[in-house]
């Protein structure tokens, strides 16, 4: 890193900053964590961004107030420091909520409903797979929505809210602008943003296990991201 010339780090949240857990709410961030992250954003000149699928208010939750910049909910909603907003999130048609609520309660899973979409959680049973992407593929198609597909997890949002759209927006403006972004993550939905990255010159790093695409460089575990990054 220190050979690159103003590099700039967009981090993916749960299973890169953060081990994955059971459930949404059941992950154990290592202590003092947003303050960890402000540490090393100075010491990149304001330059590091957590680029999410989790909502804001949730990632605030568990990361406390920051000087730093987030992007929630896939990069639908993004904030700068003190909690400027630079893109607002939109909620999904009620329609579509109450389509996935009920389907969730039916079948005994987890609907998280997001202030920019809503997601289905099929961990606690994982022969829902087929049956929950078909029921989002389903809602998306009927609203104009987009699906992605996550770690036992499908979500519903609208069209060009990515972590790549996050990228695009964040680079287009101070401290980020010029910079060389690295986009740190571990799931499909940070390929966009590794993708954004590569198109500003920059690179993804995949952090896990598995397989990707638009990464030039791996990291095995969580741990090798806090070791490499000195977080
Ligand atoms: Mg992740």
Do not use: C
Not at 206 to 218: C, D, I, K, L, M
């Amino acid at each position: 890193m220190d050979e690159i010339e103003s590099p700039s780090l967009f981090l993916d949240f749960d299973g890169t900053l953060v081990e994955i857990a059971d459930g949404p709410d059941a992950i154990e961030p290592p202590g003092a964590l947003g303050r960890r992250l402000e540490t090393l954003a100075n010491r990149f000149d304001g330059r590091v961004a957590v680029v999410t699928g989790r909502s804001l208010d949730n990632l605030h939750h568990f990361l406390g107030p920051s000087a730093t910049f987030r992007a929630g909910s896939h990069g639908a909603h993004i904030e700068g420091p003190d909690r400027e907003v630079l893109r607002e999130a939109r909620p999904l048609p009620d329609d579509a909520i109450s389509t996935l609520a009920d389907f969730a309660k039916e079948t005994g899973l987890l609907y998280e409903r997001k202030t920019h979409g809503g997601a289905l959680h099929y961990r606690s049973n994982p022969a829902m797979m087929d049956q929950v992407l078909s029921i989002a593929e389903q809602v998306g198609e009927q609203h104009g929505l987009a699906v992605k597909q996550g770690k036992s997890v499908a979500e519903l949002v609208w069209p060009g809210a990515d972590k790549g759209g996050a990228v695009r927006i964040l680079m287009a403006k101070p401290p980020f602008a010029g910079s060389v972004p690295v986009f740190l993550g571990d799931d499909v939905t940070d390929e966009d943003g590794m993708a954004a990255a590569r198109e500003h010159d920059g690179f993804g790093i995949a952090v896990g296990e598995r397989p990707f695409t638009n990464a030039s460089y791996h990291l095995p575990t969580v741990k090798d991201v806090y070791e490499w990054l000195k977080l």
